[in-house]
């Protein structure tokens, strides 16, 4: 079935660094989400795309839609601690209307 | 505040015996959703329901059944369970399909060894 690839798959940073990760499909999504999954919690969504070219931010999480409508990409300015969790880009590929979920970007923050 | 519980939280079961999982919601939310977690694959759907009685299969559905008799919840069952079921088990709810609605909330999840 369809699958959305996220890479990295797992990332290592000092705090204070800025990140920066993406999400990639073989197919068209008309709708981007970024959602973050806390150790032992399920996923929390973040931020939503609904346009090609968009780019949105939450605090100091910057996402963006791209053109090709097959790529998103999410961006973290000066990671604290709490940024550490499994980060998901999810969409509803096509007129589907249930969400495909990313493989998962582990982040870890070190002080 | 949690408007979705999931339960148990964690399981340990033996081969071949069946489970069921429930997720209880308080949102009057239509749409409830099944997804399991695994590493290196994301979380994949495994059924869904879009009303009282109305259910259907996700991406992963062999081996799992599901049941909505009521509005608040949604049960999943593994008629015999594998060790290729060991998984975190995910439940989500969502107002509805709209474009500007795709938010799910999900769960806390249960934690399902089979052993």
């Known amino acids: 079935g369809q699958q959305l690839n996220q890479s990295p798959q797992s990332m290592f940073i000092q705090e204070g660094e800025d990140v920066s990760m993406n999400c990639t499909s073989s197919?068209?999504?008309?709708?981007w989400l970024w959602y973050k999954q806390d150790p032992g919690e399920g996923p929390v969504l973040l931020i939503a795309l609904y346009k090609a070219g968009e780019l949105t931010s939450n605090g100091r999480l910057t996402a963006q839609f791209g053109i090709t409508r097959k790529d998103s990409f999410l961006n973290i300015s000066a990671s604290i601690p709490s940024d550490v969790g499994i980060y998901f880009c999810?969409?509803?590929?096509?007129?589907?209307?249930?969400?495909?979920f990313g493989t998962g970007t582990r982040l870890q923050v070190t002080l | 505040d949690a408007g979705i519980t999931q339960s148990p939280r964690h399981k340990v079961t033996e081969t071949g015996t069946p489970v069921t999982l429930r997720c209880h919601q308080t949102e009057n939310h239509r749409y409830m959703y099944w997804y399991r977690q695994d590493p290196g694959h994301g979380l994949r759907l495994i059924h869904y329901?879009?009303?009282?009685?109305?259910?259907d299969k996700g991406e992963v559905s062999d081996g799992y059944s599901v049941s909505r008799s009521k509005t608040e919840d949604f049960l999943l069952t593994l008629e015999s369970a594998t060790s290729s079921q060991t998984s975190v088990y995910f439940c989500?709810?969502?107002?509805?399909?709209?474009?500007?609605?795709?938010?799910?909330?999900f769960g806390s999840g249960t934690r399902l060894t089979v052993v």
């Open positions: 197919s068209i999504f008309n709708t």
């Open positions: 989500a709810i969502s107002e509805s399909t709209l474009l500007r609605n795709y938010g799910y909330t």
């Open positions: 329901s879009y009303g009282v009685k109305d259910t």
């Open positions: 999810a969409g509803p590929p096509g007129t589907a209307s249930k969400l495909t």
